[in-house]
């Protein structure tokens, strides 16, 4: 399967962030979409079906492990990577618990947030088939 | 009794700097992100060969973009250099719009995480006052951390000044459904609250609907 198959749904409160770094992922050939807060993102799961998702972790309303919660219990096949300038390790802790797929500190590597969305993607392939 | 008054407000004091200093980091490297997102896209774009004169104005966004974080986080670093001098001495002369306009740029984010408005509405021109501003941004703290706990969602807090006579007025009027009662997490918080306005020779008052008033002289003690 091609890469310019995986769908990503990027969730940050930061307009511009989730902007650039949506902009930056479709360059790399992916099929992006945005949401600002946990409601907007769930709201578009159905709609859009990402394969991952990039989720913040502090954003206004939902807290971004409710959101996580909120996924795995109604999509358990995507995967999430939280992304989150402020996240303990013990979050990372909880989040893997909640069944997130990975945990990494903003700002992120571009290739390196490239690579573990594509190991995401196979992860999610392995899940459905 | 005073032991538990002094752990009051010593917890109030740490909490109001670590709010402040957890808010001012979690803004600054939020700016950092898109500037680097952004720099980042400049990359992209050039090593993707779209070098051509149509592509200049998508580059003068990105750039514009970046000195919009830079300006951010500068008026930021601002905010906090003022408001860590501040302490340097107990009583001074100084411009009371400007003092609560940092304490709100500052407390900001926890308004927003809660999804509370939190915004000002000053009166211009108004007298210097010769006070505590450390005491009395702790204070206005005091009240706007109860409040925000207290408000649900999509509520909404006006900090306003004005002047009467020789006093000036900090009001702080909150908008929206309390999901709890209007409560101190500390069992000792208006006694913290009539010392620091004893301090600043000022006066509390609760005004219509949870409103609350503080209003300092002038000319100070």
């Known amino acids: 399967m091609k890469q310019k198959d995986i769908k990503v749904l990027v969730v940050d409160d930061e307009v511009a962030f989730a902007n650039t770094l949506a902009q930056r992922l479709r360059m790399r050939d992916m099929e992006v979409g945005t949401a600002y807060d946990g409601e907007q993102a769930l709201s578009k799961l159905n709609k859009e079906a990402p394969d991952v998702i990039i989720l913040d972790l502090k954003m206004p309303g939902m807290h971004g492990m409710d959101v996580l919660q909120e996924i795995k219990a109604g999509y358990p096949e995507i995967q999430v990577i939280l992304l989150t300038g402020h996240g303990t390790d013990r979050d990372g802790e909880e989040a893997r618990r909640l069944g997130g797929f990975d945990f990494l500190n903003k700002p992120a590597d571009i290739d390196h947030l490239e690579c573990k969305i594509r190991k995401a993607f196979q992860e999610k392939l392995k899940r459905t088939v | ?221």
């Open chain 2, 1 to 221: 009794m005073e032991n538990k008054n002094e752990e009051d407000l010593k917890a109030l004091q740490l909490r109001f700097v670590g709010k402040v200093i957890a808010g001012f980091t979690h803004e600054i490297k939020n700016y950092l992100a898109i500037i680097k997102e952004s720099s980042g896209l400049i990359g992209d774009m050039i090593k993707m060969g779209k070098l051509s004169e149509d592509d200049i104005p998508e580059y003068l966004d990105i750039i514009q973009s970046i000195e919009d974080q830079i300006g951010k986080a500068t008026e930021h670093f601002t905010h906090l250099n003022r408001f860590s001098h501040r302490m340097d001495t107990q009583i001074s002369a100084f411009n009371l719009n400007e003092c609560m306009e940092e304490l709100i740029a500052l407390l900001n984010r926890f308004a927003r995480q809660k999804k509370i408005v939190l915004e000002t509405d000053f009166q211009q021109d108004l007298p210097p006052v010769k006070s505590n501003p450390s005491i009395l941004q702790l204070l206005v703290f005091s009240f706007l951390e109860k409040k925000i706990a207290g408000l649900e969602k999509n509520g909404r807090i006006t900090v306003r000044t004005g002047a009467v006579d020789n006093a000036v007025a900090v009001k702080i009027i909150p908008e929206g459904t309390f999901a709890e009662e209007d409560t101190d997490a500390g069992m000792t918080a208006d006694k913290i609250r009539e010392n620091f306005i004893k301090q600043l020779g000022g006066n509390i008052s609760q005004g219509t609907a949870k409103e609350t008033v503080i209003t300092l002289p002038v000319h100070g003690v």
